[in-house]
């Protein structure tokens, strides 16, 4: 599957280095988040990775919920347990779980549409910053601290109604923000369609911690600097 190039195999462990996760970030999901930068000081794996993981391993069930309980870092050895239990850990060699996956229903396997999934899920989740989550930041006049950034993937929930599909694609629906004291919460809903038929639904949960009240001209200025960095890459990315 397509996600090789973004992972190493170790023992029946799974190894990611920052270099594979940055590129997953950049190439595949748009996401340049500094956290995800090869050099960030406080760098981990994107979640959007460890979802797709989980999918290529598991499969797509008709329910699932993932918990992010903790940031992977660089050459973290993951244990993706081989079972066909409804309750998953993924765990270092240590047994600290970094990631739980409640499923049930039914289960697809079929490669080309989870790979069609993933890549239309990760693009959608791509998009969250600037383009949904500013405005509901400054809706709510609060913005994260720009120098020191702290938006986590905290969890996601997904019900599909129908498995045998093609090509699923994502539509996104109303967010929402509950913001209490230096924290907030956004809730990133979404559909999934095939064809003109809606099959599944779902939303992402993200906490924005150290927030203040919202100025315009740093926040804009961030948006500016997060876009031209983006922009760029993928332009060198074309000409190279």
């Known amino acids: 599957m397509f996600l090789k190039e973004f992972y190493e195999t170790h023992d029946n462990s799974i190894r990611i280095a920052a270099q594979q996760a ?35 391993k598991y499969g797509l069930s008709e329910n699932m919920h993932f918990i992010f309980s903790g940031m992977v870092g660089d050459g973290v050895l993951l244990h993706f347990p081989d079972t066909e239990a409804e309750l998953i850990d993924v765990t270092d060699n240590q047994g600290k779980t970094y990631l739980q996956i409640q499923r049930s229903g039914q289960v697809n ?36 601290n720009i120098d020191r950034p702290l938006v986590i993937y905290e969890s996601m929930t997904l019900k599909m109604q129908r498995l045998d599909i093609d090509n699923p694609r994502l539509e996104t629906l109303e967010p929402k923000m509950e913001v209490n004291g230096k924290r907030a919460t956004a809730y990133l809903y979404f559909q999934i369609k095939s064809g003109d038929e809606v099959v599944g639904s779902g939303f992402k949960k993200l906490t924005v911690s150290g927030l203040r009240e919202f100025e315009a001209d740093p926040m804009q200025a961030f948006v500016d600097d997060y876009l031209a960095r983006k922009n760029g890459y993928l332009e060198n990315l074309l000409t190279n």
């Open 22 to 56: 940055s590129t997953f970030a950049k190439e595949i999901a748009h996401d340049f988040n500094p956290l995800h930068d090869e050099d960030a000081k406080r760098f981990c794996v994107p979640g959007d990775l460890l979802f797709s993981l989980v999918l290529e």
């Open 109 to 144: 396997h079929d490669p080309a549409m989870i790979e069609a999934l993933i890549r239309d899920y990760v693009a959608f989740s791509g998009q969250n910053f600037p383009y949904v989550l500013v405005p509901m930041l400054e809706k709510e006049n609060v913005m994260f």
